[in-house]
């Protein structure tokens, strides 16, 4: 099964709200990753944080780390009708080869003008 | 400009017929990997490689080759498609396995008849 996954796995909002997704996971990690893929093409990657940190930002991105729970969250401020796409997150686990890598189901996010 | 590279982009092809899908990097990444991506199902790691001549198996690496003969080649080989190796794949790189971020190639979209 998944290290990771997502919630919700779909997401509708209005341009100008915030949008929040969550990733859950099961074993300790090393780090954790977010990653945004438009329809049908590749990754791009947004945000990583380590498992030392609990938040990072990044422009309107902003991730929270809660090692305790084994939970992450991705909150978009002010959306726009451009962050219409599915969120991944992946994580690189502690104790796995270090080449493996885990990612989740995904979130699709719609941003409605 | 910095890329991963794959071919073909699309492909259609009968059970049986060997084929193998190319990706390769430009920015001197030791490590690569390969993922499929199915409706409901996420990204999973088929096979990756730390290094030239270094590989191991990810998640889902069963009817799949790889080889890594040289740093920024890494195919992936079907050499007997069936019809549930259809999917979206996808080829990574980064410069380091484990908290390094991945560069996503634009997928190839395999249908096996």
């Known amino acids: 099964s998944q290290q990771g996954e997502e919630d919700p796995q779909a997401l509708s909002i209005q341009e100008g709200e915030n949008a929040t997704m969550n990733c859950s996971y099961k074993?300790?990690?090393?780090?954790l990753q977010w990653y945004r893929q438009n329809s049908g093409r590749g990754l791009v990657h947004l945000i990583l944080?380590?498992?030392?940190?609990r938040e990072k930002h990044s422009g309107r991105l902003r991730v929270t780390l809660d090692t305790s729970k084994k939970s992450s969250s991705l909150l978009i401020t002010a959306s726009r009708a451009a962050d219409t796409a599915s969120y991944f997150c992946?994580?690189?686990?502690?104790?796995?080869?270090?080449?493996?890598?885990?990612f989740g189901d995904g979130t699709t996010l719609t941003v409605k003008p | 400009e910095a890329q991963v590279t794959q071919n073909p982009r699309y492909l259609i092809t009968v059970t049986g017929k060997k084929l193998t899908v190319t990706c390769s990097q430009n920015m001197n990444h030791e490590y690569m990997s390969w993922y499929r991506q199915d409706p409901g199902l996420g990204l999973r790691q088929i096979y990756y490689s730390m290094n030239v001549e270094v590989t191991d198996k990810g998640d889902v690496p069963e009817g799949y080759k790889v080889s890594r003969k040289e740093k920024r080649n890494f195919p992936l080989i079907l050499e007997s498609p069936s019809p549930n190796q259809t999917s979206l794949y996808f080829c990574?790189?980064?410069?380091?396995?484990?908290?390094?971020?991945?560069?996503f190639g634009a997928g190839s979209r395999l249908t096996v008849l």
């Open positions: 074993t300790s990690i090393n780090n």
């Open positions: 990574a790189s980064s410069f380091l396995a484990g908290a390094n971020v991945l560069t």
């Open positions: 944080i380590r498992s030392n940190e």
């Open positions: 992946a994580t690189d686990a502690v104790n796995t080869n270090a080449g493996k890598s885990t």
